[in-house]
């Protein structure tokens, strides 16, 4: 009688070429990635684990299909229909458990983006929302479920496109291993130009990570005597060689292949940061590594003894749903606890995960795949995802009250406040000359133009309210105008010159930019969801907090040569008291509403020191005027989190929430006088 464990690996083979050293590796890259979310500080790198997955899977999917190719076997009905069988059992469950847990630990808010991605996540194109949404590495990672399905995305536009190229080349007798070679140095090439560009653009395109599955397609094809087919003489002979070469000198240097694989992997978890310019040069590492493990082939000490070991090989069977589960049970405890994640909850959740992961693969995948007739498993999944993407797109689109169970007409009055992602500019904006522009019909007596970061963007609102106010008191009206702008950089010469520019307000959320350590930048760093673990700055020294006094007064300055009256925005209050996502007493069985006690306006105005006092000096200097936000948003004693009215004054730790912006935010409305 076979062992258990042998039996689930000859089941999971399903033929003689079963390699149980591979299996160990997608084991190593899955713990790589889940000691990354659970663990970041410890496993700062573990993300490279998304990459070794990436071309085990190119590997293994192009072995089958050369394969299938000779034999005249292969069919792209027999393809597709295993990609379902194989991704969408447990790909199916944890969609279904995520959208579960989230209508019970979710706001409204969060809910309907919740929906948004399971919507995508179910047809694949997950890597696109996210990509419109942020980079991988932002604050806000934390605060999605689904975030990890990204690779998937890609993994599965891939396998979508790739065998009908390798069909075709075939059919034209053109060599496969040619079609692998032009897919990853085009696919390459573009993500090492676009890397300068835009880091997230290429972490989410699947044009910039095709090339790290083609690396793995093209070690299979290279191995493949489908590789031999006519394709030009010359190249004919320069892969025959290189084929050729490749086994014979893989004989005679297969354990250093394997141990030189292993190192670079290594090397790349100690070189590789989340602030590195990945995928980039670098991706390299993981890449290549994972290539030589594989052409080493199973017989080398390495392939033999650690990663064929059976505990490693049995987590690598189960690593998919593994993959999968282990995300929206750590994400969901971020949520729940505002961001704080204990070595043991993570512990825990981690166990959890494995659990969840056999249980699924015993109950779902396997049966799934094997047992039950194949044409009637892939009726039944499809069916399934089908009713994955309805339900999605209800929570998505329609009303989000009717999802709930429990009261949530309290938890809604905050909630409907919230603005996940960046503050929406008003309607009435449009970009102009480089510049937010606000405008309606008639002439202008001139133009506000406000200089800052999004400190001044949430004051869009505002903006817009007081040009309202105004221009309905029949005084002249003004437009206004917003530029972002590093804080100290002078005003581009080009809004100098503009005669319609009367005052120009700088507006910045100083005690920040300063690094001051009366901020908690764990807890800000969150932007707009409870993400508190990623310091993002720290406090400035004094000789560059004194040079960047005189870039400011510099800056402030040159707008007065020009003939700009001068506006300095101090800080509004801050902390983690007006944090709305903090209101909420969250469980793993729904949450409540406690909305805390506004803040003694003497911590508020103390939190902002030494930095108000040097911005006051600033001003004074530059014989500019000063608007003091305190005075307004707080009374004589207190700066409360919700308004008399019920408005909820800020978004997020430091942020004026648009409806306050609008409403509540009256100092702004000289400047438009």
């Known amino acids: 009688m076979r062992h258990p464990g042998q039996r689930l690996m000859l089941a999971h083979a399903k033929g003689s070429d079963y390699r149980a050293d591979i299996d160990g590796l997608r084991a190593l890259a899955v713990l790589l990635v889940i000691g990354f979310h659970a663990y970041p500080t410890m496993v700062p790198a573990g993300f490279v684990g998304v990459d070794i997955f990436f071309v085990i899977s190119g590997y293994l999917i192009s072995s089958k299909i050369a394969e299938e190719l000779q034999h005249g076997s292969f069919s792209f009905f027999s393809f597709y229909g295993k990609r379902i069988r194989r991704i969408f059992p447990s790909l199916v469950v944890t969609l279904v458990c995520v959208v579960i847990i989230g209508w019970l630990v979710l706001l409204p808010v969060e809910l309907k983006q919740l929906g948004k991605h399971a919507l995508f996540s179910s047809f694949f194109l997950s890597n696109y929302v996210f990509w419109s949404e942020s980079g ?58 676009a890397i300068q560009a835009d880091k997230a653009t290429v972490f989410f395109s699947p044009f910039s990570r095709f090339w790290e599955l083609g690396a793995g397609a093209a070690l299979a094809l290279i191995k493949n005597k489908s590789c031999q087919t006519n394709s030009g003489f010359i190249f004919y002979s320069f892969v025959h060689i290189l084929r050729s070469r490749f086994i014979n000198w893989g004989r005679l240097c297969l354990p250093w292949l394997s141990v030189t694989g292993l190192t670079l992997i290594g090397y790349s978890l100690f070189l590789i940061t989340p602030q590195s310019a990945f995928p980039g040069w670098l991706t390299l590492l993981p890449v290549i590594g994972t290539v030589l493990i594989i052409a080493a082939g ?131 904006f449009s970009f102009v000359q480089g510049a937010f522009v606000l405008r309606s019909d008639g002439d202008f007596a001139g133009t506000v133009l406000f200089v800052g970061d999004s400190h001044a963007t949430h004051y869009w609102h505002a903006m817009q ?45 100083w005690a920040y930019r300063y690094g001051s350590d009366k901020v908690d930048y764990a807890a800000r760093g969150a932007g707009l969801g409870p993400n ?80 108000r006092s040097r911005i006051i000096s600033i001003a004074g200097k530059a014989g500019a005027t000063i608007i003091d936000p305190m005075k307004t948003l707080c009374n004589g004693v207190f700066c409360p989190v919700v308004s008399e009215d019920g408005v909820l004054m800020y978004r997020d730790y430091d942020h004026i929430s648009p409806r306050a912006s609008s409403e509540h935010v009256r100092y702004l409305d000289p400047l438009f006088e």
């Open 136 to 193: 991988y590495f932002d604050t806000g990672a934390t605060v999605k479920p689904l975030l990890h399905l990204w690779s998937l995305g890609i993994e599965e536009q891939f396998y979508l496109l790739w065998p009908l190229f390798l069909w075709f080349f075939w059919k034209n007798r053109v060599s496969l291993f040619f079609a692998s070679f032009v897919l990853v140095v085009f696919s390459l090439g573009y993500n090492l130009i």
């Open 298 to 428: 199973p017989t080398p000490l390495v392939n033999r003894v650690m990663l064929s070991n059976k505990v490693l090989v049995r987590i690598g069977v189960f690593s998919y749903p593994l993959y999968l589960i282990h995300w929206p049970l750590l994400s969901f405890q971020h949520i729940i606890n505002h961001g704080d994640l204990t070595s043991q909850q993570a512990l825990l959740l981690v166990s959890v995960s494995i659990v969840c992961a056999v249980v699924i693969y015993y109950l779902v995948e396997y049966p799934l795949r094997f047992k039950i007739n194949k044409i009637k498993s892939t009726q039944f999944l499809i069916a399934s995802m089908l009713f994955v993407f309805f339900i999605s797109c209800a929570i998505f689109f329609s009303n989000k009250e009717m999802f709930f169970s429990h009261d949530a007409v309290l938890a809604e009055k905050v909630a409907e406040q919230l603005v996940i992602g960046k503050i929406k500019k008003p309607e009435a």
């Open 465 to 509: 309210g007081a040009r309202e106010r105004v221009r309905n008191k029949s005084l002249k009206p003004y437009s206004a105008a917003y530029i972002d702008l590093p804080i100290g950089e002078p005003v581009p010469a080009k809004f100098l010159a503009d005669k319609s520019i009367h005052r120009i307000v700088f507006s910045y959320f």
């Open 532 to 611: 508190r673990n990623v310091p993002f700055m720290k406090q400035m020294p004094a000789d560059d907090m004194a040079q960047l006094d005189e870039r400011i007064l510099s800056a402030a300055k040159s707008a007065q040569r020009n003939g700009k009256e001068v506006v300095f925005i101090l800080d509004n209050p801050f902390g983690v008291e007006f944090d709305p996502f903090t209101f909420f007493k969250r469980s793993w069985m729904g949450y409540s509403l406690n909305i805390p006690n506004p803040l003694a306006r003497t911590i508020a105005i103390e939190r902002t020191e030494p930095i």
